[in-house]
């Protein structure tokens, strides 16, 4: 079996852990059907290489994901999607990547000296748009 090629974007300075990053980030691809049961992920070693982190970042978020029942580490095979999730699974890591996404997003937003008020006006605007035109505002990339 081949290790799944993952593609993982870690933001250094959002100011939550790499390991949780890693975590919702799994979460979000299982939740998506990009990574189905018998998947195998990388090595803790070699997804720490990949991410330029170190080596316990990684076995941290794994051994979490373990915990949870979503990942299964087999030494000496290697790590792997764990479970076939059920539509409840699916949607409890939806609703866990969203809440994380939100959490970090108003985050930054208190950061840039945001008041709740403006946030909620310039979400309202986004949701607005999403309404009328069937996809939400694209990101500005700049």
């Known amino acids: 079996m081949?290790?799944?090629?993952?593609?993982?974007?870690l933001d250094f300075r959002s100011g939550t852990p790499i390991y949780l990053q890693i975590m919702d980030q799994i979460r979000q691809?299982?939740?998506?059907?990009?990574?189905?049961?018998?998947?195998?992920?990388?090595?803790?070693?070699?997804?720490?290489?990949?991410?330029?982190?170190?080596?316990?970042?990684v076995a941290r978020a794994y051994r979490l994901l373990d915990q949870a029942g979503l990942i299964s580490t087999q030494h000496g095979r290697g790590t792997y999607i764990?479970?076939?999730?059920?539509?409840?699974?699916?949607?409890?890591?939806?609703?866990?990547?969203?809440d994380g996404l939100t959490r970090r997003f108003l985050h930054e937003a208190h950061r840039l000296g945001a008041?709740?008020?403006?946030?909620?006006?310039?979400?309202?605007?986004?949701?607005?748009y999403w309404k009328v035109n069937g996809d939400p505002p694209k990101p500005d990339l700049d």
Do not use: C, Y
Request: glycine share 2%; no cysteine; hydrophobic share 35%.
């Open 115 to 128: 008041s709740p008020e403006d946030v909620l006006s310039i979400v309202d605007q986004s949701i607005n």
């Open 29 to 57: 691809m299982v939740a998506k059907g990009e990574l189905v049961q018998g998947d195998q992920l990388p090595t803790v070693r070699q997804l720490a290489t990949d991410l330029r982190v170190n080596f316990n970042t």
């Open 2 to 9: 081949t290790v799944k090629s993952i593609k993982f974007s």
């Open 82 to 98: 764990w479970e076939e999730p059920t539509d409840e699974t699916i949607h409890q890591l939806r609703q866990q990547s969203l």
